[in-house]
């Protein structure tokens, strides 16, 4: 299977702040890679689909790149609405996995 | 629009069943594919396994493989998974989600989840 981790675990910004979030593949997965954030108590939702395309109605300082098997999640200025934890998944391969999570505090 | 609505939370005995159901609606059933994803408490997301709506072909994460039975209903819109022989470590909240496109992409309609609680 296909082993996703992401760094850091969490971390700890502040509003305005520029934060990345990465993900690293155990193999290639071309450009499959989703990005989801996750509040309290809440369903995940899609944020980035296919590395880089920001799903419909996601707001615009979400941005994400990569491929192979380096990707990264990008917040340009941190907002308050933001906190939670974000969450990667690679669907290329017929068995999907997703990374343990990156928790984002403001 | 597009709703994913799941069955209500369950409470079972260690060695039981569930099955937990996921109604759709606002789209055309049978040309997306569904995935079912757990957490566990306070843990991360763990994808299940995946069935074509269309096809009905169906691809299990390895640790559930032989345990869990992932089916759909074409004429009520509705899939199901079946976890049997349940532990304690089975206690999560159960999701259904939507694919958005083709079996490569992200899942971007998640249902409300359902708790299942594998207590003695």
């Known amino acids: 299977d296909i082993q996703m981790s992401q760094s850091p675990s969490s971390l700890s910004a502040s509003v305005g702040d520029r934060v990345t979030l990465t993900c690293r593949a155990s193999q290639s997965i071309s450009k499959y890679l989703n990005w989801y954030q996750q509040k309290p108590g809440q369903t995940p939702k899609l944020l980035i689909y296919?590395?880089?395309s920001l799903q419909s109605g996601a707001p615009t300082r979400f941005s994400g790149s990569g491929s192979g098997t380096d990707f990264t999640l990008t917040i340009t200025s941190l907002q308050p609405e933001d906190f939670g934890t974000y969450f990667c998944?690679?669907?290329?391969?017929?068995?999907?996995?997703f990374g343990q999570g990156t928790k984002v505090e403001i | 629009q597009v709703q994913l609505v799941q069955s209500g939370g369950e409470v079972k005995k260690p060695g039981a069943s569930v099955k937990v159901s996921c109604t759709t609606s606002g789209y055309t059933f049978i040309r997306n594919g569904i995935s079912w994803v757990r957490q566990a408490p306070g843990q991360g997301l763990e994808w299940m396994g995946w069935?074509?709506?269309?096809?009905?072909?169906?691809n299990y994460a390895r640790k559930f493989k032989g345990r869990v039975t992932m089916t759909t209903d074409a004429s009520s819109s509705t899939a199901y998974m079946e976890l049997r022989s349940l532990t304690f470590d089975d206690t999560a909240v159960y999701y259904c989600?939507?694919?958005?496109?083709?079996?490569?992409?992200?899942?971007?309609?998640w249902g409300q989840g359902t708790t299942v609680t594998v207590s003695s």
């Open positions: 069935i074509g709506a269309y096809n009905v072909n169906t």
């Open positions: 989600a939507r694919d958005s496109g083709d079996y490569h992409s992200g899942m971007d309609v």
């Open positions: 998944q690679q669907s290329y391969s017929t068995l999907r996995t």
């Open positions: 296919a590395a880089s």
